[in-house]
């Protein structure tokens, strides 16, 4: 597709489970990033990677997340052990170089 | 503090007002600035890229203080369609972490 897209739209899963969240930026867009909303906020950052490594994960909250982009190009953000929380919208975009972010609809992460 | 705030809304407006946005950014070495738009449950926008002359497209115009490290937004003749949260975003270099504020709800009323 065009766009950047991400998978699930939507995933519930209970307290305590590990949760994978998937983003496959614009084709050729280097720069990747992962933001985390929650109702009535801003986009949260928490991880930007440029190519293959993470180029900053200090908004990463603690140990139990974790992202990967292994080939540049699609990246996985994974949690751990998820609390009620951690539940949220978290949004992946993408970028050439410097320029306009581009957003996926984001993935709708509900921990009961 | 947090590193880039905003007015914290919402604005109601009724359609043809002008309305003002805010944002403070604490970083002084922030070089690049821009305007998100988000409609509500969809994903953010480029609305607009700020300069340090300040630069217009159409009905909105913004504004950089680096002194003041202070931007702003400014809507002219609000549209219903205008209605949407408003996002100050920062990045400190080119290739650098993107910094979202905690936005500006806009609603306009008829």
């Known amino acids: 597709g065009a766009g950047v897209s991400q998978t699930p739209s939507n995933k519930v899963t209970e307290k305590g489970k590990y949760v994978e969240l998937r983003c496959d930026p614009i084709s050729g867009h280097t720069a990747l990033y992962w933001y985390r909303q929650s109702l009535g906020q801003g986009p949260e950052f928490l991880i930007y990677f440029q190519g293959t490594g993470a180029a900053d994960d200090s908004g990463l909250p603690n140990d139990r997340f974790f992202a990967v982009r292994p080939e540049g190009s699609v990246s996985t953000l994974k949690i751990q052990r998820t609390e009620r929380g951690d539940s949220a919208v978290y949004l992946c975009?993408?970028?050439f170089g410097a320029g306009e972010l581009f957003f996926g609809e984001g993935s709708r992460l509900t921990v009961l | 503090r947090k590193e880039v705030e905003q007015d914290p809304g919402p604005f109601n407006v009724p359609e043809g007002a002008t309305v003002a946005f805010n944002c403070t950014y604490s970083?002084?070495?922030?070089?690049?600035f821009f305007w998100y738009r988000q409609d509500c449950r969809k994903e953010p926008k480029l609305l607009m890229s700020v300069y340090s002359s300040g630069n217009e497209d159409g009905r909105f115009t913004a504004q950089l203080n680096r002194a003041s490290q202070y931007i702003s937004l400014l809507i002219r003749d609000s549209k219903l369609s205008d209605s949407a949260t408003y996002l100050c975003?920062?990045?400190?270099?080119?290739?650098?972490?993107?910094?979202f504020g905690p936005g500006t709800s806009l609603s306009v009323i008829p």
């Open positions: 975009a993408s970028s």
């Open positions: 975003v920062v990045m400190k270099t080119s290739y650098d972490k993107v910094i």
């Open positions: 970083n002084s070495a922030s070089q690049s």
